[in-house]
């Protein structure tokens, strides 16, 4: 009896044990088991509406270095990538051929002024002659006859004739004296502008021509550098008839950025300088040109760029993070949004365009409304969910998981403790508890025997 009375009094504590435990741990997986909706709160406010194009970068200034003479090139002063001033002497082609003409231009020039000096001395003479034949034929008109006066008067204008043509070859020769002189100073190819040079396309002793095609090297000036970017002739259009509400305010900021090949933002802004006043027919786009300061030389011609250019000014908007918009079977855009009693209600979005990782809705949304972001494909309309906002720690989750971490650790010592106090006991009583067993049950085994003998 007493042995019973022992186990039944352990297995109640240990039930007792259970039932203490199982709130906690019933708490726990419930809370760990439940299916939460993670949502965002929603805010409107006014924002500005950005475009964003696809562009190239374009020197501001890019010329092309050539020779005006032809000839061997004998001296090479730049290199790729060297920085160049106005004037600076970029090669030299051999001068030898045009020195030797500036030579010939300039004896043929001395000789036509002396041929005008002997024209001019004839030419007095004459006048000299015909001045005194009018004198005699004035005193007594039988010291000149008329054909001796023509003699005079024909070789005075013969010689102011030739005196004309003489001029005319001083000038002729002038000119072709000016022309070897700019050839022998075209044998120094200087720089026409400050810029980089680029990649040398002839060296030393390599023959170049007059006008050939291919430069010799192109000088581009890259601070500050020009964007050019395409826009389509409808969103031009829309643009231009923005309402008075949308245009960006006086004082908005309406500088230009530029996202890099790498996915990084260009650290210097710019601006919108021009629009060219022509649609392509081919491609129907407007190009736009932008310019940039570009002290470090990043960007460089022919880069691919993006750049965000401010369009419009949008007030009373919404910017929704576009997890958690979807499209309808018409493909409409739509978003689930707990209300007040934690049901899913569905509503029907008005889009402007994308912001980032956002959608800047215009219609569809109001403020505090809380957008849910993840779990879409678990629910549907009117269903009740659990809301969980984004960012926010899952305190209901975690006070449970604390709880029933606690409970379990808790009990799991206690048991753990009272399972050693109660084997000694337990070790203890079994010899006392044998003993008494055994001299009670040899009287009754004599009690017995003793039955069996009366019987018989």
């Known amino acids: ?29 419930a809370q760990r088991s439940r299916v939460t909706w993670e949502t965002a709160s929603i805010e409107r406010g006014d924002i500005t509406r950005y475009v964003n194009s696809t562009g190239t970068v ?114 002729q020769s002038q000119a072709s004296l000016e022309t070897s002189r700019a050839n022998l100073n075209y044998c120094e190819v ?26 010799l090297t192109v000088i581009r000036r890259i601070d500050p550098v020009r964007v050019d970017v395409t826009q389509s002739a409808a969103e031009i259009i829309r643009w231009q008839r923005l309402s008075a509400d949308a245009a960006l305010p006086e004082g908005a900021d309406q500088t230009v950025s530029l996202q890099l090949a790498d996915g990084s933002t260009f650290e210097n802004t710019g601006s919108l300088t021009a629009a060219e006043p022509r649609v392509d027919e081919t491609t129907g786009v407007v190009t736009l ?11 460089l011609p022919g880069m691919y760029v993006q ?51 956002d959608w800047i809705v215009t219609e569809g949304l109001k403020d505090g409304d809380r957008l849910i972001v993840e779990g879409l494909q678990m629910i549907g309309e009117g269903m009740p969910v659990t809301p969980e906002e984004r960012g926010s720690e899952p305190a209901a989750q975690g006070e449970g998981a604390s709880a029933g971490g606690e409970s379990a650790e808790g009990e799991a010592p206690a048991e753990e403790t009272s399972a050693p106090e109660a084997d000694p006991a337990q070790e203890n009583a079994a010899p006392a508890e044998e003993e008494p067993a055994q001299e009670d049950a040899a009287p009754a085994e004599e009690a017995a025997e003793a039955q069996d003998d009366t019987g018989n």
Request: charged content about 25%; cysteine-free; hydrophobic content about 45%.
């Open 307 to 357: 750049a965000e250019i401010p369009q419009a000014f949008l007030r009373d908007v919404v910017l929704a993070p576009q997890e958690g918009v979807t499209r309808d079977r018409r493909g409409r855009p739509i978003a689930m949004v707990v209300n007040a009693e934690n049901m899913v209600e569905t509503r029907s979005l008005e889009i402007a365009q994308d912001r980032g990782s």
């Open 1 to 29: 009896m007493k042995t019973l009375l022992k186990i039944a009094i352990v297995a109640s504590l240990i039930g007792a044990a259970g039932v203490i435990a199982y709130r906690p741990a019933a708490t726990y997986w």
């Open 190 to 215: 200087t720089a026409p502008v400050d810029g980089v040079i680029g990649l040398a396309l002839a060296s030393q002793g390599a023959l170049v021509t007059a006008s050939q095609a291919n430069p």
């Open 289 to 299: 040109r932008m310019e940039f300061a570009n002290p470090d030389g990043l960007l």
């Open 58 to 171: 374009q020197p501001v200034l890019s010329v092309s270095i050539g020779s005006f003479v032809s000839g061997p090139i004998v001296e090479l002063n730049v290199d790729f990538n060297d920085e160049v001033k106005v004037g600076d002497v970029l090669a030299r082609v051999d001068p030898r051929l045009f020195k030797a003409n500036v030579d010939r231009d300039e004896a043929t020039l001395a000789t036509r002024q002396a041929e005008l000096e002997r024209v001019e001395a004839q030419l007095q003479q004459a006048l000299n002659n015909y001045i005194r034949g009018q004198k005699l034929r004035q005193t007594n008109q039988d010291f000149m006859s008329d054909r001796e006066m023509d003699v005079l008067v024909f070789e005075v204008k013969s010689l102011q004739a030739q005196r004309k043509l003489a001029k005319a070859s001083i000038q």
